[in-house]
């Protein structure tokens, strides 16, 4: 005979996770902290790009998002070709057993239905769409909270992100035209709801404590290629964007300025050491932030920041710290405009470095009036991002407390 058992409400979050990215462990941070404040009795795990680095930072159990481990690598030999395939098929089985021990799945932020960095339809949206077709056929609510998205070129690509978007459960977008992408792309948003980027929920850090010591300016530097649908000049858009933002670093030090690059991502680490090399400054050092917290204090303590990133910016914003953004993305126009701050915008493609100076030099002239702005533009959108997390937990766990009575069991 069949009873009805209480059992902790367990929950998975899903994503490239752990992988080296700060803005994707940021948005898992911020769900990680709600969900602990919200639903302390939840039974909280990870299916994620690095499990090793989510388990040991944050302290939740995590499984490893793809079978083959050379999943981001490019097979060249038949060998390689051969163990990817197998693993899209090892893969369906073991996103279905992951899926179906939990009450909830969560996409927590992050641009997982974009493409404005190169990649390939059998990466991340062959696992996006397992996810969400598993979160259907055994009835697991899937999330797509606070997500970025954008017009998708690549055929193959735009049918995944499609589907994945159609079978979830719950989306949310963190800007209108990540709403409007998905529209175009034939998606019913009619229900769904724009709120804010999770980062904006994470504490701001404080400032420069210094009293009337300048502080540097950080530039955030990034390993840009151009998006997924400009392979074919990715060499020269990166050749033009280190030059452009290699000049302008360079601009700075001859003024005397000292100059802290940032990176987001791993991968941008080299990119700062061209930069360290061609410049040869003292001056120009390189911050070894291994955290999205990290990069927020580093912006905190700067007089004004330029980056590339659109985490980067996202952090010197919260933390109010005048802010030019280098946009290699229309996402990080609109989160200027949001934030008041649209005329400070900078084509990442063009790299101008004299142009980017005239602009660094206003930005630093209104300072003052700019950092009022932000301080109201950031309460707004913290204001925002809470009700994404009411809203969240109305549509998933509308009878839920901290604990959860299942289906029942033998």
């Given at each position: 005979?069949n009873s ?8 998975g979050?899903f ?9 994707n462990?940021?948005?898992?941070e911020a769900?990680l902290?709600h ?6 009795g939840?039974?909280?795990d990870a299916?994620c ?7 040991t930072?944050?302290?939740?159990p995590a499984?490893?998002l793809n079978w083959?481990?050379?999943?981001y690598?490019t097979?060249?030999?038949a ?9 899209k098929?090892?893969d ?11 009450d909830?799945?969560i996409?927590?932020g992050?641009?997982v239905?974009?493409?404005?960095l ?9 696992s996006l769409?397992l996810l969400c ?5 055994f009835?697991t ?5 606070s997500v ?6 690549n ?9 994945s978007?159609?079978?979830a459960?719950y ?10 992408a998905?529209?175009?792309m034939?998606v ?10 999770l980062?904006f929920?994470?504490p ?5 404590e ?5 502080g ?5 530097v990034?390993d ?6 400009e392979r ?5 858009i990166?050749r033009r ?18 100059v802290?690059?940032?990176t987001?991502?791993?991968l941008?680490r080299?990119?700062?050491a061209s ?5 040869a400054s003292?001056?120009?050092t390189v911050?070894e932030a291994?955290?999205l917290?990290?990069?927020m204090?580093?912006t905190?303590?700067a007089d004004s920041?330029?980056a590339?990133?659109y985490h980067n910016?996202v952090c ?7 802010t030019?953004?280098l ?6 126009d ?14 990442a ?5 004299d142009?980017?100076?005239e ?7 209104n300072?003052a ?5 932000l301080?109201q ?7 925002r991002v809470?009700?994404q997390f ?5 549509a998933l766990f509308?009878?839920a ?6 289906r029942?069991t033998?």
């Amino acid at each position: 005979m069949n009873s009805m058992r209480e059992k902790p409400l367990s929950i998975g979050v899903f994503g490239l996770l752990g992988a080296g990215n700060s803005g994707n462990d940021g948005s898992l941070e911020a769900v990680l902290d709600h969900l602990r404040a919200a639903r302390p009795g939840a039974v909280v795990d990870a299916m994620c790009g690095g499990p090793e680095i989510v388990a040991t930072r944050y302290g939740i159990p995590a499984t490893r998002l793809n079978w083959y481990r050379g999943e981001y690598r490019t097979a060249s030999r038949a060998s390689a070709i051969a163990a990817k395939g197998f693993g899209k098929l090892v893969d369906v089985v073991r996103t279905a057993a992951w899926v179906r021990r939990h009450d909830a799945v969560i996409v927590p932020g992050t641009g997982v239905l974009e493409t404005t960095l190169p990649l390939r339809p059998w990466g991340f949206p062959y696992s996006l769409f397992l996810l969400c077709a598993m979160g259907r056929l055994f009835r697991t609510p899937v999330a797509l909270v606070s997500v970025g998205a954008g017009p998708i070129g690549n055929r193959p690509t735009r049918i995944l992100t499609r589907w994945s978007t159609r079978l979830a459960a719950y989306r949310s977008y963190r800007d209108t035209q990540s709403r409007d992408a998905m529209r175009a792309m034939g998606v019913n948003t009619a229900r769904d709801e724009v709120y804010a980027d999770l980062v904006f929920a994470l504490p701001a850090p404080a400032g420069n404590e210094s009293a009337g010591m300048p502080g540097p300016v950080c530039v955030g530097v990034m390993d840009f290629h151009g998006s997924n649908d400009e392979r074919d000049r990715a060499e020269e858009i990166h050749r033009r964007y280190l030059d452009g933002t290699t000049r302008f670093v360079r601009a700075l030090v001859e003024e005397g300025r000292p100059v802290r690059l940032l990176t987001g991502d791993e991968l941008d680490r080299p990119v700062a050491a061209s930069i360290v090399d061609a410049v040869a400054s003292p001056l120009v050092t390189v911050a070894e932030a291994a955290s999205l917290a990290d990069l927020m204090k580093e912006t905190a303590c700067a007089d004004s920041v330029v980056a590339t990133r659109y985490h980067n910016i996202v952090c010197a914003l919260k933390a109010g710290t005048p802010t030019l953004a280098l946009s290699y993305s229309a996402k990080s126009d609109v989160l200027m405009a949001e934030m008041g701050m649209g005329t400070y915008c900078h084509p990442a493609r063009e790299a101008d470095a004299d142009r980017l100076l005239e602009q660094f030099r206003e930005l630093e002239r209104n300072a003052a009036r700019v950092r009022r702005t932000l301080v109201q533009r950031n309460l707004a959108v913290a204001r925002r991002v809470e009700q994404q997390f009411t809203d969240l937990a109305a549509a998933l766990f509308p009878a839920a407390g901290p604990t959860h009575a299942l289906r029942e069991t033998p």
